[in-house]
Structures are given as C-alpha cells and as structure tokens.
C-alpha cells in the first residue's frame, strides 16, 4: 500500500519560513520523480516544485524562495519555504510519479500553509 504522508503547515507571517516533509512508503522512492504542488481556494492545483534524481525544477512564482530536496536513503521529500507571501497561501500536496514504463501517480492527503499577518 502507498502512503505519502505530509507534515510541516501551519501559520506564519509574511517573511516568515516553513519547512514541509512528505514521508513515502510502498513505492521504490529513488526512481519516482518527487513533486510538491498546491491549491488554493478557488484555483487550479499547480506545481511548485519537482525533482528528478537531484535535479530540481521551480514555478517561477516561487524560485529563489522555496527549495526542494530529497533523501532517497530515508524516502522523504521536503521543500523550504522563505520569504513567505500572502500568495502562498494554499493546501500544499506532496506527490509521486513514477516512470512512464509504471503508470503510477500517488497524492498525499495535503497540508494546509497559511501565510497571514
């Protein structure tokens, strides 16, 4: 059974930093390609961040403030989040994808990050 397991949200101010953790089980982590995405009230879910390997990607929204990375050896994916706007309000999604040969694709349940002064 896959479980991708978020953690991390929460509230913070503008300026401020949070630290979001998905923990993966069920799945060969170090061939899935690790993304965060998110959606807010009324909005489409969009990606903010994917890595694939060690290479990371970035929405421009977000590049120079959140980083991604991953830790194959303990099957977890996290993205740090600085310099938080109003804008990055949203319930953030951890996922995986796996190669085009598997077909897979699993979602995390969400956590929601509340930036707010």
């Known amino acids: 059974q896959v479980q991708l397991v978020e953690s991390g949200g929460g509230l913070v101010q503008p300026g401020g930093s949070l630290r979001l953790s998905c923990a993966a089980s069920g799945i060969i982590f170090s061939i899935y390609t690790m993304a965060w995405y998110r959606q807010a009230p009324g909005k489409q879910r969009e990606l903010v961040a994917g890595?694939?390997?060690?290479?990371?990607n970035y929405a421009d929204s977000v590049k120079g403030r959140f980083t991604i990375s991953r830790d194959n050896a303990k099957n977890t994916v996290s993205l740090q989040m600085n310099s938080l706007k109003l804008e990055d309000t949203a319930v953030y999604y951890c996922?995986?994808?796996?190669?085009?040969?598997?077909?897979?694709?699993?979602w995390g349940q969400g956590t929601q990050v509340t930036v707010s002064s």
């Open positions: 890595i694939t390997g060690g290479r990371p």
């Open positions: 996922n995986a994808r796996g190669p085009n040969f598997l077909g897979s694709n699993y």
